[in-house]
């Protein structure tokens, strides 16, 4: 036999087992160079010198492969403690702000054939024993970023009820006896989308949560409360926002876009807000309702994504996001410790300072966003979790992270949250019970196998 021929076999024995070598990659990637290393032992000495030229290339791009994997890898890894951004806000990004290409004519709509989908009933939900989901959307400091914060969630997890309910439904029916519409209202253009929201929630409800709601010929019935609902009657008994806000633990808002491409707040149930009043926002444009509540950094880092985003969202798509504040009362409906929910301005100045951490509440909000399919309308539904910090506080990893979120925060968000009037107490009391935590023998190294933002 030849040179040449032991050469020919060598080199595909080489080229099978550099494939194998490869496609081993995601195992291990160790051992590539000696794979070939043996067969060129079965190489005569006289072909040694091409075959250990065409060795070496191989040996090259296995090694180079086995790199560029590795990096993907750990880029992918990185980015996946990230919540993914819906392709909407990318959109958005790329399309250069206001300026991107426009798809339709501003403030017309025409209706979408889009219906939600039915959703399956929710996992042995209980009135009495379905605990609220556990939201802590605050992330370990240095540096605390201002954004969207969006992520995609599916139709079926579009409104969240929990045992907490009964206390929601009598905070929002007192607030409803007692404010009326200064809580509720819907201005005429906004009234078809605050129907189509009353509609949507009519046929949602009952599927997902059957123990609580039992569809009927003209509405619902709540089990629970004994109340019924009936949707088809023209007019309605009440105002649709305000009705709306008795079927849900979340506040709720709708936004029209005019002609002019804004989106204005044209029609809400705000009963439980906390630190905001509907009748202050209401005809606003969105990006006013933010600049008037003084939202650091909305118009350098949010103004023109957001705008963007609410023009390209579909029908079909429904994304969520998450905040948090502190509140140092304990009142659900709104923090009397700012003032009084009549007064002219209220502002955190008003707040005592240094009150004892059994004051603390945390306060969290799980926002989602759709666009109803028939008006065009976008709804936002406002969901606010409400708790003592020291019962979050014996959460493992809860303190400790929470310390250091709240540390992050640079000037204008302490100012926006209030923590000149709580700061020193909260980090004292959370900072002890992080140690408490770790001196017990917490494991801080596990806390990524054990969560994931915004839990």
């Known amino acids: 036999m030849t040179a040449s021929t032991n050469f020919e076999r060598a080199r595909a024995q080489i080229s099978k087992h550099a494939g194998e070598a490869y496609a081993g990659l995601r195992q291990s990637s160790n051992g590539c160079a000696s794979k070939v290393k043996s067969y060129m032992t079965v190489l005569p000495v006289q072909a040694r010198t091409k075959e250990s030229a065409y060795a070496a290339a191989v040996i090259l791009l296995i090694l180079a492969t086995a790199t560029a994997y590795v990096i993907r890898r750990r880029k992918l890894s990185q980015s996946a403690a990230r919540p993914a951004t819906p392709a909407l806000e990318k959109a958005a990004s790329k399309a250069g702000g206001a300026a991107g290409k426009q798809t339709r004519e501003w403030g017309k709509w025409v209706p979408s054939d889009f219906r939600m989908p039915k959703p399956e009933p929710y996992p042995a939900w209980s009135v009495e024993h379905t605990k609220p989901l556990p939201y802590r959307p605050f992330r370990y400091g240095p540096k605390y970023n201002v954004t969207m914060g969006l992520r995609s969630v599916k139709h079926t997890d579009w409104i969240e009820l929990d045992n907490h309910y009964p206390r929601y439904h009598a905070d929002k029916a007192r607030r409803i006896r007692e404010r009326g519409a200064r809580c509720c209202r819907t201005a005429p253009e906004a009234y078809p989308a605050a129907v189509e929201l009353l509609e949507d929630l009519t046929d949602y409800l009952p599927a997902r949560y059957p123990s609580l709601y039992r569809r009927t010929a003209v509405g619902l019935d709540n089990l629970w409360s004994g109340e019924s609902f009936d949707v088809t009657a023209r007019p309605l008994a009440e105002d649709p926002m305000q009705m709306c806000a008795r079927l849900v633990q979340d506040d709720l808002a709708i936004m029209v876009e005019r002609p002019d491409g804004q989106y204005y ?36 880092r949010l103004e023109k994504g957001m705008l963007n985003f609410f023009r390209r969202l579909r029908p079909d798509e429904m994304v969520a996001r998450n905040n948090y504040f502190l509140q140092v009362d304990d009142s ?64 493992d990893y809860v303190p400790g992270r929470l310390a250091s979120a709240v540390r992050s925060w640079g000037d204008d968000v302490s100012r926006y949250k209030g923590k000149e009037k709580y700061g020193d107490v909260l980090l004292e009391y959370l900072d002890k019970k992080h140690q408490e935590q770790v001196e017990r023998g917490l494991d801080l190294s596990r806390e990524d196998e054990v969560r994931a933002y915004p839990f």
Do not use: C
Request: net charge negative.
């Open 332 to 395: 659900l409906g709104w923090s009397w410790s700012i003032g009084s929910e009549d007064a002219p301005e209220v502002s955190w100045n008003t707040a005592e300072k240094d009150r004892a951490v059994e004051h603390h509440y945390f306060r969290s909000e799980r926002q989602t966003l759709r666009r109803l399919p028939r008006s065009g309308a976008v709804v936002f539904t406002i969901r606010t979790y409400f708790l003592p910090v020291t019962d979050i506080a014996q959460e």
């Open 265 to 300: 707040l044209m029609a809400g149930a705000v009963l439980l807000p906390g630190f905001w009043r509907l009748e202050d926002k209401y005809g606003m444009r969105l990006s006013e309702i933010h600049t008037s509540g003084d939202v650091p950094q909305f118009r350098e």
